[in-house]
């Protein structure tokens, strides 16, 4: 059971730049959420889904993109990659049922110059 | 406008002490009060969650204690551990339109010195 999987676990990008983070459960779950950390600034959400086919913008979602195309993906993209997103970011689901139990993934640290 | 507020930043522990996190929180809608450990290169982990319809609740080792007329809630390790040695988040969601959604602490970085 592989749980949440996150791809790439390393990525650099230049200024500018796009790219796709993917994030697979296989709980079958219905909730998604993207998370960046930060140091000293704990766990922002970015944004999260409440069911395949649904987007909800989270507490830092500029610059940020996301689709929940099929249940057990939700990909979140960067169109223009800032130095600002420099961070890691982690991929989480949730069974509405449970409240707040989060099962997360182990992270993408991304890097932009 | 930083919904959970907790403390220490960092926190060094002898082997055997006794480790305190705090948190605060202002939403009066919040009934759930989960804490997650994050090792080193790892996602976060749910480590023990309370509810306020009690004021203390122990797994082990871990303990929550929480102050619901201050809106207050805290993390006890006892005997602390080396392998202990984590980050520490708390966080609260509540009844609303979006049910699960969580939000955290800043982080407590915890060493437990052998």
């Known amino acids: 059971n592989a749980g949440v999987t996150q791809t790439p676990k390393f990525r650099v990008l230049k200024t500018g730049q796009s790219m796709t983070l993917l994030c697979a459960q296989d709980?079958?779950?219905?909730?998604m959420y993207w998370y960046r950390q930060d140091p000293g600034m704990g766990l922002r959400l970015i944004h999260y889904?409440?069911?395949?086919?649904?987007?909800a913008k989270g507490e830092v979602p500029d610059g940020y993109n996301v689709s929940r195309l099929k249940k057990q993906n939700f990909l979140l993209g960067l169109e223009s990659a800032a130095p600002s997103q420099t961070s890691v970011y982690f991929c989480?689901?949730?069974?509405?049922?449970?409240?707040?139990?989060?099962?997360f993934g182990e992270g993408s640290r991304l890097t932009v110059l | 406008q930083q919904q959970v507020k907790q403390s220490p930043q960092s926190l060094i522990v002898q082997k055997g002490g006794i480790s305190i996190i705090n948190c605060a929180y202002e939403?009066?809608?919040?009934?759930?009060f989960p804490w997650y450990q994050q090792f080193p290169g790892k996602g976060p982990a749910l480590l023990i969650a309370?509810?306020?319809?009690?004021s203390e609740k122990k797994e082990g080792r871990f303990t929550i204690s929480f102050n619901k007329s201050a809106k207050q809630f805290s993390l006890h390790i006892m005997d602390s551990q080396p392998g202990d040695s984590a980050t520490y988040f708390c966080?609260?969601?509540?009844?609303?339109?979006?049910?699960?959604?969580?939000?955290f602490g800043r982080g407590t970085q915890l060493t437990v010195w052998p």
């Open positions: 709980m079958n779950h219905e909730y």
């Open positions: 309370i509810r306020p319809d009690v």
């Open positions: 889904s409440v069911g395949e086919g649904t987007t």
């Open positions: 939403n009066t809608a919040f009934d759930y």
């Open positions: 966080a609260a969601s509540g009844r609303g339109s979006t049910l699960g959604r969580l939000y």
């Open positions: 989480a689901s949730s069974y509405p049922t449970r409240g707040g139990e989060l099962f």
